[in-house]
Every structure is written in structure tokens, then in C-alpha cells.
């Protein structure tokens, strides 16, 4: 096993650029739709005729997907597919047997994601916001109880620009009724962020 960064900006840029489109593209302005479909046209996240179930709960198996998305190692993870589902097995409530495993065992390694203090990662229940946010700062570099802590997450998402609401300034209570549109405006706006550091990837020999 052999170490290599990713850094997002750059991938972002290049699949920005392989698309024919230019940074332009990503307006802040733009309506949640208009969202979704950018993330559609990048590989991220996929739907059925511009039905993307914007309105529907977020699982933590699906969090790691997109994480693993966003990186641009979708393929990378397909290809290493036992691999990862190996890694995945450092969750024992995950069955390494099914189509999420590779994508935790992926974001296990890089150190995106991690289990509850029994251990268990708990793939099928719906994700937080603090949980999603913890993940994408992950991809962007900030370490938590280094960068910030569970308490002030909100707050740290606010400085960096993953959530623009002037609430979320001063909010600590964890949001557990987390769409998957709020998904969408979190990741659209990670992508115009530059990362403080790129994630630790995986990367076989």
C-alpha cells in the first residue's frame, strides 16, 4: 500500500474542465435544482429524469458514496473492490457482502468517516447534518478536536463556507430530520472551497 493525496480543488477543476465547463459554473445563486443537476453532471450524485428524491433522508451508507464521489475515487474503489470490502470489515455491524461496503472501507482508510464507541459504523440509519458536515470537513482537510469539535461543528461549517445561514453561527443541537437537498447545498458549496490540507487517500500498488 503506497500513500497519495487528492486534492479536491484540483479535481474539481479538472472535471470542471473535461465537461467543457469553467468555475463560472458554479453561481452561488443557483436554485436547488440547478444544484442537484451539477452534481449530476459531475458524477456525484445520480437521480431518474431530474429526480434526485431531494426530499428524502440521507444514510450513512449513501454519505460515504458521496464521499467517495467528490473525491474522485469512484472508480479507484471499484476497481479495489475486495480491498475496500476487507477495510469495511473494521465496522462489525457492516456486511461486507453489500454494495456500500467498498465506499466505507474506502472513507475507513482515508479517515473520513469513523464508528460510534461501540465500534459500529450503523450504515443503514439516516445521517445527521453534523455527521454529513463532519465528513465533508474530513475531505477538505479539518481534522475534528483539532480544527474544531462536535459542539462547535455548525459554527466551523459557517467559517469555511459549507453553510451560509447566519444560524448556524451560535446552533449546536444536531439536525436529525437531514434531507437529502441539504446534501446537495453542502457538497455544491464544498466544491468552490479550497481544502486546508487534501485527505489521505488509498491507493493500491
Avoid at 467528490?70 to 479495489?80: A, E, S, T, W
Avoid at 466505507?104 to 460510534?116: E, F, H, P, R, T
Amino acid at each position: 500500500m503506497r500513500g497519495r493525496t487528492v486534492a479536491v480543488t484540483f479535481l474539481i477543476m479538472s472535471l470542471l474542465i473535461s465537461f467543457g465547463l469553467s468555475s463560472y459554473a458554479l453561481p452561488a445563486s443557483s436554485s436547488l435544482q440547478e444544484k442537484a443537476d451539477f452534481l449530476n453532471t459531475l458524477k456525484i450524485l445520480e437521480g431518474t429524469n431530474g429526480d434526485y428524491r431531494l426530499n428524502e433522508k440521507l444514510t450513512r451508507a449513501e454519505a460515504a458514496t458521496f464521499a467517495v464521489r467528490i473525491l474522485g475515487q469512484y472508480f479507484h474503489v471499484l476497481l479495489n473492490d475486495s480491498t475496500y470490502r476487507k477495510a469495511a470489515a473494521v465496522f462489525p455491524d457492516v456486511d461486507t457482502n453489500l454494495w456500500y461496503a467498498p465506499y466505507v472501507g474506502y472513507c475507513a482508510q482515508a479517515g473520513i468517516l469513523s464508528g460510534d464507541t461501540s465500534g459500529n459504523y450503523k450504515p443503514n440509519d439516516y445521517i445527521t447534518e453534523k455527521s454529513f458536515l463532519k465528513i465533508i470537513l474530513s475531505i477538505l482537510g479539518y481534522e475534528i478536536n483539532t480544527d474544531y469539535t462536535w459542539n462547535n461543528i455548525y459554527k466551523k461549517a459557517f467559517e469555511v463556507g459549507l453553510v451560509t445561514d447566519l444560524s448556524y453561527i451560535s446552533k449546536e443541537d444536531d439536525n436529525t430530520d437531514f434531507r437529502r437537498s441539504g446534501a446537495v447545498n453542502i457538497m455544491y458549496n464544498a466544491l468552490m472551497l479550497k481544502e486546508k490540507r487534501p485527505v489521505r487517500s488509498c491507493f493500491t500498488s
